[in-house]
């Protein structure tokens, strides 16, 4: 079984400039949650989907940032205009529906450093 | 609100010897669920405890849970070198299955 992938596994952009961040749960997993670790600080949800539907989003930081999730299949994470305190790992993992969706599987996460 | 807090922060052990994390929470949970992740990986599911447990062993793994006081413990017995990366406790108490995590502990085990 494939697992969580998630690209790319770096990127470096300058403040102001636009990144998207992709995600590919594994198939047939309901939930995606997509997590940031700032340097040094918690692992920080951002949001959860349930196939394509927003479940919560109460994690967001604010307006620059864009979640979608197409078809219930992979998920986008856009960041516009992106400033230095974006900077972190973000992560992706994807579990189960129903009392399978306790467990999480997680990608390698992608680094991002806005500069 | 931030479910998880491991302490310590950081641990640094030689081979073979015990390692004890610990693990607060301040909201009530359905389950606590302890992850690992090494460098550059993603994090990957150890144990998952469920608030009416209070002890579970998987291999060399020991977690305890102590929801009088909000704690849990990730007891590693027998370490290696392997066993070096950061380790993370999760705690959901929603129906939305959603974790939250802490800042993690970062074991170091010397060969």
């Known amino acids: 079984e494939a697992g969580v992938t998630q690209f790319p596994s770096h990127s470096v952009i300058e403040k102001g400039q636009t990144v998207t961040l992709r995600c590919d749960p594994i198939?047939?997993?309901?939930?995606l949650y997509w997590y940031r670790r700032v340097m040094g600080k918690e692992i920080k949800f951002l949001l959860h989907?349930?196939?394509?539907?927003?479940?919560?989003e109460s994690g967001m930081p604010n307006n620059r940032f864009l979640a979608e999730r197409t078809g219930g299949t992979y998920s986008t994470l856009k960041v516009q205009p992106a400033e230095l305190e974006d900077s972190g790992v973000y992560f992706c993992?994807?579990?189960?529906?129903?009392?399978?969706?306790?467990?999480?599987?997680f990608g390698s996460g992608t680094r991002l450093t806005v500069v | 609100s931030q479910q998880g807090e491991e302490d310590p922060q950081a641990l640094s052990i030689q081979e073979g010897e015990n390692a004890t994390m610990n693990c607060s929470y301040k909201?009530?949970?359905?389950?606590l669920q302890w992850y690992r992740q090494n460098s550059g990986r993603g994090l990957v599911h150890l144990i998952l405890?469920?608030?009416?447990?209070r002890e579970k062993h998987s291999g060399r793994l020991r977690v305890t849970l102590d929801t009088s006081k909000k704690s849990s413990s990730l007891l590693i017995t027998a370490s290696r070198a392997a066993d070096t990366a950061s380790y993370f406790c999760g705690g959901s108490g929603g129906s939305n299955y959603k974790l939250t995590f802490g800042k993690g502990t970062l074991l170091t085990v010397n060969p």
């Open positions: 198939s047939g997993h309901d939930n």
């Open positions: 993992a994807s579990s189960q529906g129903g009392t399978a969706s306790r467990v999480y599987t």
């Open positions: 909201t009530s949970i359905n389950n």
């Open positions: 405890i469920r608030s009416n447990e």
């Open positions: 989907f349930v196939k394509e539907s927003k479940q919560d």
